[in-house]
Structures are given as C-alpha cells and as structure tokens.
C-alpha cells in the first residue's frame, strides 16, 4: 500500500497550466513510432491510459527536434516536421479528454545517438567517445561511435530545432507544456559536463559557460512559444552512461545551474536522479531537490527517482519539491491516483515490460 501525504492529489498550477494534481508520469522512452517517427493509435493508447487513470500531467519520451543529429534510437517519435506534430495530435487530444495535461520532452541525442535516419556520424561538444555501452533495449549494440565536436553551425541548427519542435509542439501536437531535456547524459547535459565538454570556446570553460546551451535553448524556445504553454527543463547528475556522475563543483554548481535556469524564466524544474531523496554530493545533506529549491526560488520544482517509496516522496516535498513524477511504478500502474485516491494496494513493476526491447507490449495496453 502507498500511501503519500494526500496533498499530492490537490491541484497545482506550472504556468498557465492547472493540474489536477501533483502526479506526473516520467518521459519514458519506448522506441514504438513509426519508422519515419510518427506517434501510432497504440501510443495514444498507451499514454491515453495514465490521463483516464488519474495522472495530473503526462511528460512524454523524449522526441527529436531536428532531421539532422537530434533522433538517438530507431522508431523514436519525433517532432521535427508537421506531419509527426500532427501524429502527436490525438495523444494530446485524449490526454485531455480525461482531463489530464500532457508535455512534450524535447530531446537531443548528440553522442548518445544510437539509430539516427538523417546523419551517419554523431555529434557532440567534443569528440569525446561515450562512457559505457549502447542500450540493448532501444536496439543498440557495442560501443557508442566516437562523435564530430559541433562547429558554430551545427550549434545554431540544434537551438534552432529545439524552437521549430516546440513551435509544432504547442501549436500543432495541442502539448499544454514543453519540457526541454537537459539531463541524463544528452546532447544538453554533454554540454554541462566536464569530461564531454572540452571547448575553449564560448559554449565550454566553467560551469556557467557550459550551462550556456540550455540557456540559450530555453531563450529560443521561450521566444518561439511566448506564454502559450509552460516551459519547463529537467536535470540531473547521472546519466544514463555514468550513474554516478558528481557535478564537478559540487554544489557551486547547483547554484549556478540552478540560479541561471530560474533567471532564464523556465516555469518548472524537474530534477532526476536515481535516488532523488539521498544528499547530491558526498559533502553536505542536502537532496539536488532541495539545492534546486533554495537556487531557483519560485520555479515549479518537478522531482523523480525512485518516489514511489512513501517516505521518499514525502522527504523530497519537505525538501521543497511541488510535484512527483513516477517512472516504472506509473508503467505498473497508470492508474497510480486513483489508486492512491482510493487506498488501494499498488502492482509491484515487472521489467520484463522493457525486454527484450523497450517498445510498448500489448500486456500494458490491457493494463488500466
Ligand atoms: C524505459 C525507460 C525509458 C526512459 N526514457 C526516458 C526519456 O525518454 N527521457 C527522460 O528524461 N528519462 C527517461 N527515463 C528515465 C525516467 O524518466 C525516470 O527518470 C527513471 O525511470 C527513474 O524514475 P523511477 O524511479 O520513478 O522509475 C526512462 C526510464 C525508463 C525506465
């Protein structure tokens, strides 16, 4: 049985947007579009069911911006043309008619690219090869290939696709918000980390010249949406290839970080890590959470890793957190609100949801 302070089921404003409550569903990714990226009638079914089983907000998996470096798996969705945002369109549409509210995450592979249609080479800050090996579950194998560093060019043509994507996202798709990815080891946070980022160059250097590309994201992503929808980003140290990963400053940089995206105006950040609750840096207590919420006084605070424990979640609300966001409990349940609404004991996860590949199984689609 879970049971969370019910204030979680109370609503919640990010922007402009009302939500009915503070649950959101994590973006997951599930290689399951078309091979051209167009959201199916099973991926609306998919998401369909977390707005009928109580979820506030629905982020999706994160979607490519761009038809050059942006896609990083096979059969990921995309928004990089008008006839994928047109796909998006009746996700959004039953999203709503269950009264939930449904972001689209934004996404940039750069060197963790492991199935792009438009580019054979894949690109970086630097050419720096990735840690670790490619996910088996998004049909990768082996090393990840060693990037190109991006010129000035392919720099300008990333933010650009950021802002095309989120243009088609908010006026085309119908999302209600957009969520920039600016975490977990992608093309944003290979910018913001010291070992991918060796530039000399105004985009590489301390952390506040290496936080500069989200910056200069959220601007033009800002800039493209206006105050239609909510513009939010989301964070991490770990990675998807280097969980343990430590900002190098520790928490100076959180308050760079932190302090930067607050004075870009983003409307919410969602903070991730693989256990959201424990301090972030060996020295000092304090969560990323709670970092987050003392540097980015005001912004919506989003926080996800493993919440679905009720102590866990509890302590990232009292560090500051507004909303929860749920990954594999949300898979087992995306009926998680109206269970915890009614007190009613949770499905345990089953990872062989995700094998041998991640995409959407029709056991899920019988589920709520
Ligand atoms: C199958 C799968 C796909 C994921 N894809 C994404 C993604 O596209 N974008 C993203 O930001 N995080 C992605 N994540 C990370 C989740 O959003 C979340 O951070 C992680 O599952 C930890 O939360 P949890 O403990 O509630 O599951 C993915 C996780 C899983 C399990």
Known sequence: ????????????????????????????????????????????????????????????EGLYTDQKYAQGYPFQPGLSDVEQAKAWRRVTDLVRAHNGSVFAQLMHAGALNQGNRFETATAAPSA??????????????????????????????????????????????????????????????????????????????????????TLEVIKAVRAAVGTLAPVGVRISQSKVNDYEHKWAEGEAAAEVIFGSLKDAGVDFIHVTEFEAWKPAFIEGNASLVELARRYASQVAIIANGGLDVPHHAEQVLRDGADMIALGKAALANPDLPSRLATHTTLAEFDASILGPIANIKDSELALA
């Open 128 to 213: 720096v090869r990735p840690k670790g090996t490619q996910m088996k579950f998004y049909y990768g194998e082996g090393q990840y290939p060693l990037p190109q560093a991006m010129s000035d060019e392919d720099i300008a043509d990333a933010i650009a696709g950021f802002a095309q994507a989120a243009v088609l996202a908010t006026h085309t798709a119908g999302f209600d918000g957009i969520e920039i990815h600016g975490a977990n080891g992608y093309l944003l946070d290979q910018f913001l980390t010291d070992y991918t980022n060796q530039r000399d160059d105004r985009w590489g250097g301390n952390v506040q010249a290496r936080i500069r590309l």
């Open 1 to 60: 049985m879970i049971d969370y302070n019910q204030q979680i089921l109370t609503p919640y404003d990010i922007g402009n947007r009302r939500l009915r409550n503070r649950l959101a569903v994590a973006p997951m990714t599930r290689v399951s579009g078309t091979e051209a990226g167009l959201a199916t009638a099973e991926i609306a079914r998919y998401y369909e069911r977390f707005a009928k089983g109580g979820f506030g907000l629905v982020i999706t």
